[in-house]
Every structure is written in C-alpha cells, then in structure tokens.
C-alpha cells in the first residue's frame, strides 16, 4: 500500500475502544511544572559525568587494550572494533544530549516564576496591538477544527483576529467531501455568532459599570456590577460545556480543560470579588474597570475563513508551509478578486482605485504577531496572553518564536496511543531544555512568532508569473526546523515558554503513526549544511556559539539516522565478544533511568523505558524509510509531498512492509540469540534475547498479531495487483469554436498555452476552455 494513501482503512472494529494496558488516568498535568529539589538536580549532574566517565573508560579498558594486547588480530578484528566504536560512541552521545538537555530543563524550572494575575491585566490593560490566528486545515474531521478554533475563540487578547486555512479541493465533485467542506467553511462564522451573546451581555455590564462610576455610585453597587457581569459569564461557559457532546478523551479535555478551565478562572475571580463584598471593601474603580476589560477581550474574536487555491496568483503547493505563506503575503492590504475566464486572480487593491457595486475586495488586516495552530492542537485560557507578555519583554526584543512545545491528552484509549504520548510529553521536557543552551527549535503545532522576523527571512520567486512569497521554507516537510535555522541566521532566536499551555493529538494506530514518524525523520540531515553556514554567519557577527548548543542541535537533526543505522549494525552484525564490556551498560543505565523518571513525573510509568525501546525497534524501518527518502532528496533536489497525518475513528492500514520488518527483526534476532549460545557469547545472547522480547512484545501491543496479517496481506495484494487497462475514451466531438460560444475572456488571458492544451483535449477543471 503506498504510504502517501491516508485514507485507505480497514474494516477491523473500532480501535479506540478501550484497550487493556491504556492509560487510566484522564486528568492532565499541571500547567506550571513542579520545582525540583537541590537532589534531583545533583542526580542530573552525576549522571551526565558519568556517562562521559563510562564511555571514556570503554575506550581505554576495552578498545585500546584488545588492540594492544593483539597486534596480530587481523584486519576483521580491527575493523570490528572500529565499527563497534562508533556505534557506541554514537549511542552514547544521543544518551548524552539526552542528559544534558533534560538539565537545563530543570533548571528552567526551578528559575520560572509565573507572571501573576495582576501584572497581566496592567500590561493589557490600554494594550491596541493585534494578534492573528493562522489555522492551516486539510481534509480534517470538522468536529476536530471546530475544538480547535473555540480553544482560540477563547483566547484572553484584545484584537484578536483567527483565520481557518482551508486547504481542500475549492470545488469537489463527490457530494459527501462537498458536505464536509462546506461543515468546514460554516464554523468560522458560527463560533462567531455563539460569541455574540456573551460579548454583548459583557459590553452592557461595562456600559452600566461606566454610568456608576460617572455618577460617582457607591463602590459596593460597582463591586456588584462586577460580580454580576463575572457570574453570567461562568454561566454561559458552564452552559456551553454542559451542552457539548462526550465521545473520547480529546473532547474530555476540551470540555473540562478549555471550557471548564476558564469558567473556574471566572469562578475564582468571582469568589474574590464577592469576599470583598462581604468584608465591606472594594478593589479601586480602575481595578474593577480591568475585570470588565478581561471579559470583552475573552469573548471579542473576529473569526474568518480563507481558501488559498481558489485563487491562482497564490502557491498551489501541497504543503502546510505554502498554505500558511499564501495568507501572510495578503496580510495589511486590500485584494480585488479579478475574474479571468477559469481562474481567479488577486490585485492589489490601489487607495483611490475606482470600484464597481459587483467587485468582490478582500480586505486582509496586518497584525505585528501571528499564532499558528494545528487543526488538531487545543491552546488553554492564556496561552496568547502570556506568551506576547513575554515577547513584550525588553530582553526578548530579539526572540523571533516562542511556543510551549504540545503535551498529550491523557486517558488514550489505546496502548500505542498511550505510548506515543509518553515520548510526546517526554519531548516537551527536552525542547525546554534546549531553550535553556539557546537551541530552541520551533516545533511547529503551535507559535507565536513576531511577523517582522518571518518578513527578514521571506524569498521571493515568480512561478508562472505570479510573484511566491515564501516565510516558512517548504523544502523540507519539517519546514518548522528549517525555518529555525533560517532566523537563526538573521540574527533572532526561539525561546520555549517553561509552562504546558498546548495539547496535541498522538497516533491512536500504528499506520497512523508511520505516517506521522516517517516524515519526522525525513529532512533533518538536509538541514544540517544550513546550520554549519548559519554558524558561520554569527560567528562573522561575533555572536557567541556555544558548544552545547551545537551538539544539541546537530543531535536533533541527524539523530534519527545514526541510531537507526547504529541499531541495526547491533542487531545484524556478529560482533566479537571481546568487545563488550560492562562499562556500555554502565554508560547507557544514567539515560534510562533519568528517561524512567521523567516519565514518572509525567504520570507514565518508570517501566514505560522497556515498552520505549521496543517500540523504536518495530519503528526502525519506518525512521530508515524517512532517512533515505533525505538521501533521495539530496541527489535529486525533489520536494517531498507533505502527507498529513490520518486522523479517523477506524484503523488507518499500515503499508505491509513496515509491519513484516518487525517480523524479520524478532525473527533474525531469535537467529542471532541460537549463534551466540552455540559460540559461548553470552552478552550477545542477553541483547538478542531482549530484542526478540520486547520487539515481540511491541508487534502484539501496537500493532496486533491479526492487524498484522491483515495489513501484510493488503501490501502483498496490492504489489501483485495491476489494475486493468482503461479503454480508450471515444473521441468527442467538440463543438465548433463560433464568435457566439468562444470563452473570449479565457482565451485572452491564457493565451496560446491554455489553447494548446485545450486542442490536445484537456480541460478546467469547472468547464471546458475553448467553448462555453
């Protein structure tokens, strides 16, 4: 089965029903992470030097020694051990970046200091800059983009304006995608008319607030005012959630954590107002003045839809990155929408330019930040607020991005879903700890990112002469890690906000998953040549670069590929016995038992390590896949097709090699365990023998022994299958091209490109060009 078909499914029963082994626990982790004590942080020392201890005196004990003590070993032994070398040299690194940015992690979070109520209210309290919410979406399930889109309805911004990027076909033939098209198109404008209740009863208890304190009214009917307007707020929200439909933990989350969430945040603050009351006080007016300020900042949104490939002047590129360029290039300008035959063209609207009552003008409003959001991310109440105060600050003038890398939603429902979500909320640590050595990398689900540095790195091309603005580079399909190094190299930097304020859909089957992890892995080594040139441009600038931040970033990009190809040397290899050594384990146990802890402290389980490691052996076919498609890319200079994700009640099919592979590995190392037994090999017959166990392990708890056949089956089918030849159409006879039923207005515009291509019998997509 071709990997790029999402939307292949197999007609097994409901995998998200709840699975034994799936995660019991529903309620999510704190926003703020927990302080951690002097101890754990003298641990987090110890085992990094210990670490660099054990490698070092592996190669000393182990590898100079048997190459000392046998100088006549032959050339096999000699190329053994260096291969071997380097493997566990390799290996130990990543463990080492592991450490190290799981370090500065904590020590992030023993320094942060959440920013309180108060300060926030002052600061936004006379604030008039705008913010703007870019929602790319393609061929999601409406009901995901609306959950979406009312987490950042609900932001607390003043000028808050959000945009649906709507990337389907403009113009579907088939009546069902029509349908959910249109679902898709509507809910812009309904979250916006739900929003209109709230927000007028919010603007008339501001109205009354404002005659009381002009007739000077007692401080207790103004105390009151507030309260009021506070109390019919939280209802509204505990309206809305108590009408919203519970059908997985997603919406779970988005009724109790982004509904509920903010309906208790109201709550509180009503709580403290109505003390007030009963203690015969009252903030003063102008702090009262700012609660009602919050309220209409709450419920103000401008809520919009854009459609970038009903118009041909834009890029037409299947790729999240191009979708998001096309609407920042129409940002702080008015478009005329120009008809030309088939096509539609945006003009730059011109300020005295004469305009027809039948002129359809697009009027797109500038915004100093924007915020981009997958469709299916959920933001908590003060996402935005926090982040822009934290980009206001003089100190972070020249931070480009800043974002608070996605957790999980807990309570998934399916073993693999659970898994993939502990290696998620165990990344949301590591990415905080790179911003700790300034290797911050933008993580794409969700930013804010200060417009000016995106227009300091745009390139501009013409393609089919229209002019491309490109921000957000689509070279790769993990344009977020490119575009970091691109502003890197302009001078700016990302920083990742030190609180869990985004939530992210994981994976609930495994071919899901291999989409999502294949082109995770492609890229990264393509990128690699940007950042040596980017390091030498801030070294020309006589910026500082520190040697952790390069290797946690060269680790970041190239990882994937040597752990694989290291992995499988290990796996595949007959390696002499004389080579290992207790100090390989001494140097990867710190690794494995700092990753155990963090997943404890993320409500997983310590064990979950062993069920980690299984599941990147059934994956490593999968990430070698992504390794080789950059290889591919770099020869041929070919973009590679961004494919989204599948996200679907039903199991998404897994292409039939990436499930026998796993197969072959419990298979090859059930070989490898009988070899070294019958050879006396004893620490090669423990690592086969835990590779067959938890490889083995993982097939039954990811994939499924019955999935499998199934999906093996279906690859092996399709590969055989050769779909049988179309007959050729009949000729059609086309209609004389007459003054009376020529499409002048086409032919004119196209000209003899799209007349030539119409005499050799294509066609637009709408109509026939040539006749009407």
Same mark, same amino acid.
């Given at each position: ?174 009546? !069902? ?10 809910? +812009?404008?309904?979250? %916006? ?10 603007? !008339? ?32 929200? !505990? ?14 989350? =988005? ?20 003390? &007030? ?66 096509? %539609? ?101 969700? &930013? ?12 501009? +091309? ?68 940007? =950042? ?39 796996? &595949? ?18 690794? =494995? ?39 591919? %890319? ?51 017959? +423990? ?13 039954? &708890? ?47 515009? %196209? ?22």
């Amino acid at each position: 089965m071709n990997i790029t078909d999402t939307t292949a499914h197999t007609d097994q029963p409901d995998l998200r029903k709840r699975q034994w082994g799936a995660e019991k626990r529903s309620e999510p982790l704190s926003i703020v992470h927990p302080i951690p004590s002097r101890v754990k942080l003298a641990w987090g020392r110890i085992a990094i030097v210990t670490t660099i201890l054990a490698w070092i005196g592996y190669v000393i004990s182990t590898i100079m020694r048997q190459l000392v003590d046998n100088p006549d070993a032959g050339f096999r032994f000699r190329f053994e051990a260096a291969m071997y070398l380097a493997v566990v040299t390799f290996l130990t690194f990543s463990a080492l970046m592991y450490l190290v940015a799981r370090q500065g992690a904590l020590l992030r979070f023993s320094r942060h200091r959440r920013v309180p109520r108060g300060e926030l209210d002052r600061h936004f309290r006379s604030y008039d800059k705008s913010i703007t919410t870019l929602v790319p979406s393609y061929a999601e399930e409406p009901t995901v983009v609306r959950k979406t889109l009312w987490s950042v309805a609900l932001q607390e911004f003043t000028n808050l304006q959000v945009v649906l990027l709507v990337d389907d076909n403009p113009y579907p033939m088939n009546p !069902e995608v029509l349908a959910k098209l249109q679902e898709t198109r509507s809910l +812009a404008s309904d979250i %916006q008319a739900s929003l209109k209740k709230p927000l007028d009863a919010a603007q !008339e208890f501001r109205t009354l607030f404002d005659r009381q304190r002009e007739a000077g009214a007692a401080e207790a009917q103004m105390l009151a005012t507030t309260a009021s307007a506070y109390e019919a707020a939280a209802a509204w929200l !505990e309206d809305m959630a108590a009408a919203e439909k519970v059908e997985d933990h997603v919406d779970e989350f =988005f009724v109790d954590s982004v509904i509920m969430g903010l309906a208790r945040e109201l709550r509180l603050t009503l709580l403290a107002l109505n003390a &007030a009351a009963a203690q015969h006080t009252s903030p003063s007016s102008d702090r009262l003045e700012e609660f009602h300020l919050r309220l209409e900042r709450i419920f103000s949104v401008q809520m919009h839809s854009f459609e970038r490939k009903k118009y041909a002047n834009l890029s037409q590129a299947v790729n999240k990155a191009m979708n998001l360029n096309a609407y920042i290039s129409l940002m702080g300008q008015k478009w005329l929408v120009d008809n030309r035959g088939d096509v %539609q063209v945006l003009r730059a609207l011109d300020p005295g330019q004469d305009l027809s009552d039948t002129d359809e003008v697009l009027d797109i409003p500038d915004s100093g930040y924007l915020l981009t959001l997958d469709a299916d991310s959920l933001l908590l109440r003060d996402y935005c607020l926090r982040l822009v105060y934290f980009l206001e600050s003089e100190e972070n003038s020249r931070v480009a991005v800043t974002q608070t890398p996605y957790s999980s939603f807990r309570g998934a429902p399916t073993r693999i879903e659970r898994l993939a979500g502990a290696t998620t909320d165990v990344q949301h640590i590591l990415h905080q700890g790179k911003t700790h050595y300034n290797a911050t990398f933008w993580v794409g689900a969700n &930013a804010v990112i200060r417009k000016q540095a995106l227009l300091d790195i745009c390139q501009k +091309a013409t393609v089919g002469g229209y002019e491309i603005h490109t921000y957000i580079q689509d070279r790769t399909v993990i344009e977020d890690t490119e575009s970091s190094i691109d502003l890197g190299t302009q001078g700016w930097t990302l920083s990742n906000y030190p609180e869990r304020l985004s939530y992210s859909a994981t994976p609930p089957d495994f071919g899901s998953l291999v989409v999502q992890r294949r082109r995770w892995a492609n890229g990264g080594l393509l990128i690699l040549s940007k =950042f040596v040139r980017q390091i030498s441009e801030r070294k020309r600038r006589n910026e500082r670069v520190g040697l952790r931040e390069v290797l946690l970033r060269v680790n970041y990009m190239a990882s994937i590929a040597w752990a694989s190809i290291g992995l499988i040397f290990l796996l &595949a290899y007959p390696y002499d016995g004389r080579l290992l050594s207790p100090l390989i384990f001494a140097a990867a146990l710190p690794y =494995f038992i700092a990753m155990g802890s963090d997943l404890r402290d993320c409500g997983h389980r310590f064990s979950d390590i062993f069920r980690i490691y299984g599941f990147n052996l059934i994956l490593l076919p999968v990430n070698m896949a992504g390794v080789l498609k950059s290889t591919e %890319q770099a020869f041929t200079g070919e973009k590679i097709p961004f494919v989204r994700t599948p996200k679907v009640r039903n199991r998404t099919a897994s292409p039939g090699l990436y499930v026998a592979i796993p197969y072959l590995i419990v298979v090859f190392s059930i070989f490898t365990m009988w070899r070294d037994f019958q050879n006396s090999n004893w620490g090669n017959v +423990a690592f086969a023998a835990l590779n067959t166990v938890l490889a083995l392990y993982a097939i039954r &708890a990811y994939i499924g022994f019955k999935n499998s056949i199934v999906d093996m089956t279906l690859g092996l089918v399709n590969w055989l299958f050769v779909p049988p030849r179309k007959a050729k159409a009949a000729a059609v006879a086309y209609p004389v091209a007459t003054p009376e039923n020529t499409d002048w207005s086409t032919l004119l515009y %196209q000209g003899d490109r799209r007349l030539d291509r119409d005499l050799r019998g294509g066609g637009d997509r709408r109509k026939r060009i040539g006749v009407k």
